[in-house]
């Protein structure tokens, strides 16, 4: 954090004759990387309206992992101090939520929070100069001598002896059992008062169905969260979960990364990663977008490492994940968790996380045959009971909901002044994520059946394709509603075979794809000036690919305008939900829908461009009603 200009106001030398409040509590918010400030941001709402408070921000420098805490502080709004400068000037309360650094610097009374699900992995200290444990007064067993970050005395004590917080936040008392065990001179610190990353979990729990529609998963559909923590040792590493020995044949992230995409329907799954802070900020965000291209172009959403987590968990039908404690939040709002990674030798044996470990289902590596990932989705999803991880989740916190309170009390008291008279103390609600819906810009390739004539019937199954998994459907998988037998599908008794044809987006890497694709998708506003009106790309379009059968424009979550190659031009549009929501199915499987229905064998005997008022689609378990209206082509040479 070198760089950061001593502040003049509101402290300094002359601070008093510039700053327009005085006599204002200073607190101080002292950030390590990312990870923790995440955690102090929690707490600030508590210090809201309180005209006697004034906030400040500094940054240590001592982690390794410093690369987005400038933007980070800026974007609090705070008074950020260059370290140097918050050591030598006088606060009354400092809140941090890591240790390392010069902690023992601070002139002022010091509170720690912890900044996941309470302390749980093992982690030397990077430097004993100033930590040197003492063994007075400690059991002689030797179980615990890899120190517990958080919990063990080279993180809690000054010289060995003085703890270094005035405060040590708790939110269980089987944290507190443990701080008595590993290092008693802290014990004393001990403040029990709950977790507010996991207090905002709760209170958003009502709004899952929100967060679900705002993640672009609508009825019938299954979002999968791809989690890790960081480390090598982690989902994301590429060492094995259980002896930590690089094994690159071992390296599960490429399997189960190709899987998701070759295994899991595009109209039935959603599949989106939140990665650790630390993974992002410690290789780049660009490398970490790089790693996984592959994976989204095959529709592989990203959540930005600050904001979004806790509601996708909370949108979540199952979590693939690591002994990281997002994870273990999962479990502990009843999300089924499939375990990717699992060193337990990286754990407290006696933590709750180690207890998850120990206990969750792990993703099992069956090859590449088909369906092998995805039956153990549905698997720990069918099978999932929801109080399963019930006594997790109580030790997760034991004031479930009154963080909010509990911790101000403690600051306030710090602090020796009166907490706001008449106001509650209260963290704020998860807001709602912006809408994304998923986009695929690798060929899709689109296994399609004929269900019914009266009116057009058609079940659709997608699955994008990339040189990981180069044409994964075939001709003899089976779609909804059907059974496979000897390479044909059983429909009602009566044998019907399945057509297969190719979709790509216009702004795919794979150009040459394009050449030969059936349907050419592009995505974008109605009135984008770049392409003009849907119906002029589209026209322009057919022209471009003159092998493509069908081009369709995406200007809405439920709408799209295809033409077809006979001068067809049609508008469709799904039927709203019973509650008027729209269809959030890609509106790219109706037109797959309406070009199977147009070109496909059953098709024979019907003109291309025979007009149907509405056409039926089918994605895995959900329904969709598309009407078809005609429009007027905007070139008379149609």
Not at 237 to 255: F, I, K, R, S
Not at 372 to 391: F, K, M, W
Not at 580 to 596: E, F, V
Request: charged share 20%; aromatic share 6%; proline share 9%.
């Amino acid at each position: 954090m070198g760089g950061v200009a001593r502040l003049r106001v509101p402290v300094g030398e002359d601070a008093e004759r510039w700053i327009t409040r005085t006599g204002c509590r200073r607190v101080l918010f002292i950030v390590h990387n990312v990870t923790s400030a995440t955690r102090l941001l929690d707490t600030l709402p508590l210090f809201d309206g309180d005209l006697r408070v004034q906030l400040f921000a500094t940054c240590t420098g001592s982690s390794p992992f410093l690369a987005g805490v400038p933007e980070l502080l800026s974007r609090s709004g705070l008074p950020v101090l260059p370290w140097s400068q918050a050591k030598d000037t006088d606060f009354d309360l400092a809140i941090t939520a890591s240790y390392g650094g010069e902690l023992e610097a601070f002139r002022g009374k010091l509170v720690v929070l912890s900044h996941g699900v309470g302390y749980n992995k093992k982690l030397a200290a990077p430097s004993t100069e100033h930590r040197a444990p003492s063994t007075e007064h400690r059991a002689p067993s030797t179980e615990h001598r890899a120190p517990v970050f958080g919990m063990s005395p080279e993180w809690l004590l000054d010289d060995g002896r003085r703890p270094l917080a005035t405060a040590t936040v708790l939110s269980h008392p089987e944290q507190l059992e443990r701080l008595s065990a590993y290092c008693p001179e802290a014990a004393p610190t001990a403040v029990l008062a709950g977790d507010p990353c996991y207090d905002r979990i709760l209170a958003a729990l009502p709004r899952r169905d929100s967060f679900r529609r705002a993640l672009g998963v609508g009825p019938g559909r299954r979002l999968i969260v791809l989690n890790s923590t960081w480390s090598a040792r982690s989902l994301f590493g590429d060492t094995t979960g259980q002896g930590g020995e690089p094994a690159d044949a071992d390296d599960l992230l490429p399997w189960l990364l190709s899987r998701l995409a070759a295994e899991l329907p595009a109209d039935e799954y959603r599949v989106t990663a939140v990665l650790h802070p630390n993974v992002w900020y410690g290789h780049g965000p660009g490398q970490v977008r790089a790693w996984l291209d592959h994976a989204r172009q095959a529709g592989l959403d990203t959540i930005p490492p600050l904001d979004g987590w806790r509601q996708a968990l909370i949108a979540a039908d199952c979590v693939l994940g690591d002994h990281g404690s997002v994870t273990y939040y999962a479990a502990s709002i009843g999300v089924p968790v499939l375990l990717g990674a699992f060193p337990e030798e990286a754990l407290d044996p006696h933590s709750p996380v180690a207890a998850l470990v120990r206990t969750a289902p792990r993703i099992v590596r069956h090859g590449t045959g088909q369906g092998a990932l995805r039956a153990q989705i549905d698997r720990v999803i069918a099978s999932h009971e929801p109080g399963r991880y019930r006594r997790l989740a109580a030790q997760t916190t034991s004031s479930p909901g009154e963080s909010g309170p509990l911790l101000r009390r403690l600051f306030y008291g710090l602090m020796d002044l009166p907490e706001p008279s008449g106001r509650p103390a209260l963290l704020d609600p998860l807001p709602l994520p912006p809408y994304t819906p998923d986009r695929r810009t690798a060929p899709v390739r689109v296994l399609t059946r004929l269900l019914g004539a009266g009116p057009p019937e058609v079940a659709v199954v997608r699955r994008a394709t990339t040189e990981e998994n180069p044409e994964t459907v075939s001709g003899t998988e089976a779609v909804p509603g059907t059974e496979t037998v000897s390479g044909t599908e059983t429909v009602s008794g009566t044998e019907h075979d399945t057509a297969a044809h190719t979709v790509v987006d216009e702004d795919t890497k794979h150009a040459g794809r394009l050449r030969i694709a059936d349907i050419v998708v592009r995505r974008g506003s109605a009135d984008d000036p770049r392409v003009g009106p849907p119906g002029a790309w589209v026209a322009e379009a057919l022209a471009r690919y003159p092998y493509c059968g069908l081009a369709a424009y995406v200007d809405g979550v439920d709408r799209c305008v295809v033409g077809t190659r006979e001068g067809a031009l049609l508008r469709l549009t799904a039927d709203a939900a019973p509650d008027g929501r729209a269809d959030l199915c890609d509106p790219a499987a109706y037109a797959s829908a309406l070009y199977a229905w147009t070109t496909g064998e059953a098709a024979a005997g019907r003109p291309a461009h025979e007009a149907v008022a509405e056409i039926v689609v089918r994605t895995g378990r959900a329904t969709h009603r598309v009407r078809i209206d005609p429009l007027e082509p905007p070139h008379p040479q149609w």
